[in-house]
Structure formats: structure tokens, C-alpha cells
């Protein structure tokens, strides 16, 4: 008998010394191992646990997915493996590692045993995955920081190019599903070329930064979104609004940009900067194509350049025919 209790005693001191929960519960679901792991961040001495159901003591396990694979792994003695995802925190622990109370996030295996004369025993295993959860949240936000960098312009705060073409190309098929309308704005800052010469690269820089938000904070609806397209060209995206909408809002960052009063002694245009807006607008069924709205937009701009700059044009997207409008 002396080696049987030597055993005993040793597997108590392992279960009470294991950097994690172990409960063990018999064949009827009652708690016949708590170990101090658990006591110590649970705040539930063993002897007040022991001998008790687990529902009993912690009522929102009934029905659970643990209750389940602890009730298949005493019946079939099938193990379980429950990730943290999908069980969040099933039992009430806490840690204390900076002096502030954190919940534990918590791993949990379920494993079947068995005891004397075949005695069915079910063991769960608890693991503190508070640091891995932390560390996979602090990654997925960097990854989603990287992923915003990665579509904004970096001069001026603006979307890029990249973000554009994505987000232009959802609007279209969204204006295809529904039968809306979609405009696109091509802007162009007026003798760009000619601002740099004349003020230097660090002042062009700062105009376009400065014209980037003057377009921005017009942009009334939520919707709406502007872009760097390339160079000192912007494209605004309009979902929803037809023609007469987008010739109005184009107009509004037209008359934004004069008001900035930016002078610009190398411009033919006017004594300030200024900027030509093509405007192009669809209501495209399934067989149209993107593409064709946005060079509509681009030769509407062309006409506005081609016409002495700092005005407006408008444009039919399916024939690119270019009607004027300032």
C-alpha cells in the first residue's frame, strides 16, 4: 500500500505544482481535483469546489460547448480541443502581473481517462494564452495600420492610386447590382510644372498637401472619397450622385481651391492656383465597363486644359463625347 500512496502523493504535488488549471471530474461530472493553479486565479479554494458539479458552481457552463465535449468525453471517450476563439474565458480567471486584475485568456483541452476497474475520468486542461492572444492582436493591428499606409498617400494623407483603383472599381459594381449612378472627378492642378520652377519641390509639396485637404474637407457625404491619382492629379469618386450632382460638387472644389488664394505668378490661368475638373457620370448596367467612365472623366479633363484651364467639363461615359460646362 506504502508505493500506491507514495504515488498518489507525488501525482497530487505535480497537479498542484503545473504552471496551469487541471480539473479533474468523475464519471458523474463531479469535481474531484482543483488544483491551486486554479485556486489562485479563480479565488475558489479546492474544498469548496471538490465534489461539486461545474454547472453548479459556474452556471453559465450548461450547454456549453465544454459541457458537451466533457459529456462526449466521458461517454465515448473522444478528446476535445477548445481554442480561444470560439470559447472566450469559459471560467472566471484572473491575473494580477502588472498590479492590475486581467482576465485570463484561456486554451482548453479535454482529455478522457480511465481510473480503476475501467472508471470513466475526464481531465481538463487549462492554459493561460493571455500573452499569445495580446501578441495576435498587437499583429493584426499593425497588419491593419500597414494595410491603410499601404492605400494612403504619403505626402498628402489623401488615398493613393492603389486605394483608387480598388475603391472605384467596388463603387462601379455596386452602381451595376443597384442601378445607381456613379461620378468620377479628374482634377488637375493648373501649371503644376510651373509652380515648382517658380517657388521650389518643398512649396509644390506643401500645395498639393494643402490642396488634397481643401478637397477633402468639401466632400460632404460619407461616401464620397478622394484620391491622389499620380503626379498633381486628384480623382474624386461620386456614388450616387448623377451629372447635375457631380457638375455642382465639382464646381464647389473648383471655387475651394481659388479661395485658398495661393499665388501662382506662372500661371496663365489666373494671378492664384487654380484647377480644370473633368466630369464624367454612368448608370452602368452589367455590361459596361469601369474603364470607360474613368477615361471619360480623363478626356473631359483633357477638353478642360485643351480650353484654357481652371473651369469645368462635363462628359458622356459611353462615348466620351465632351460636352463643356464651367
Not at 505535480?14 to 488549471?21: C, I, M, P, S
Not at 484620391?227 to 455642382?248: I, M, N
Not at 466630369?279 to 470607360?292: G, I, Y
Request: with cysteine; glycine share 6%; proline share 4%.
Amino acid at each position: 500500500m506504502e508505493p500506491s500512496r507514495l504515488s498518489t502523493s507525488l501525482l497530487l504535488q505535480l497537479a498542484h505544482t503545473v504552471n496551469e488549471g487541471l480539473i479533474l471530474l468523475d464519471s458523474a461530472g463531479t469535481v474531484q481535483l482543483w488544483n491551486r493553479w486554479l485556486e489562485e486565479r479563480s479565488g475558489i479554494a479546492a474544498a469548496s469546489i471538490e465534489g461539486r458539479r461545474l454547472e453548479d458552481i459556474f452556471p453559465p457552463l450548461a450547454n456549453s460547448r465544454l459541457a458537451h465535449a466533457v459529456d462526449t468525453a466521458l461517454r465515448q471517450q473522444l478528446p476535445a480541443i477548445l481554442s480561444q476563439t470560439l470559447n472566450r474565458r469559459p471560467f472566471p480567471l484572473t491575473d494580477r502581473p502588472h498590479g492590475e486584475t486581467v482576465p485570463i485568456e484561456q486554451a482548453i483541452t479535454i482529455a478522457p481517462l480511465r481510473g480503476f476497474a475501467d472508471t470513466p475520468y475526464c481531465l481538463i486542461q487549462i492554459q493561460d494564452v493571455t500573452a499569445a492572444v495580446r501578441r495576435e492582436r498587437q499583429l493584426r493591428e499593425q497588419a491593419q495600420q500597414l494595410q491603410a499606409l499601404s492605400n494612403i498617400d504619403s505626402l498628402t494623407g489623401v488615398a493613393n492610386r492603389r486605394s483608387f483603383d480598388s475603391r472605384f472599381q467596388e463603387e462601379f459594381q455596386r452602381a451595376q447590382r443597384h442601378g445607381g449612378h456613379l461620378s468620377v472627378l479628374m482634377l488637375d492642378i493648373d501649371y503644376f510644372k510651373e509652380y515648382n520652377d517658380t517657388y521650389g519641390h518643398q512649396a509644390g509639396d506643401t500645395c498639393l498637401t494643402v490642396v488634397a485637404n481643401a478637397l477633402k474637407h468639401c466632400l460632404q457625404r460619407g461616401g464620397d472619397f478622394v484620391a491622389r491619382y499620380g503626379g498633381e492629379e486628384f480623382s474624386v469618386v461620386l456614388p450616387g450622385s448623377d451629372h447635375k450632382a457631380a457638375c455642382t460638387v465639382a464646381v464647389a472644389l473648383q471655387e475651394q481651391v481659388a479661395m485658398l488664394g495661393m499665388p501662382h505668378a506662372s500661371s496663365q490661368a489666373s494671378s492664384h492656383l487654380t484647377v480644370s475638373i473633368g466630369v464624367a457620370t454612368a448608370r452602368p448596367d452589367r455590361d459596361a465597363r469601369a474603364v470607360d467612365l474613368l477615361r471619360a472623366a480623363d478626356v473631359a479633363l483633357y477638353q478642360a486644359k485643351r480650353l484654357g484651364r481652371n473651369r469645368v467639363v462635363s462628359a458622356d461615359a459611353l462615348d466620351s463625347t465632351v460636352a463643356t460646362g464651367n
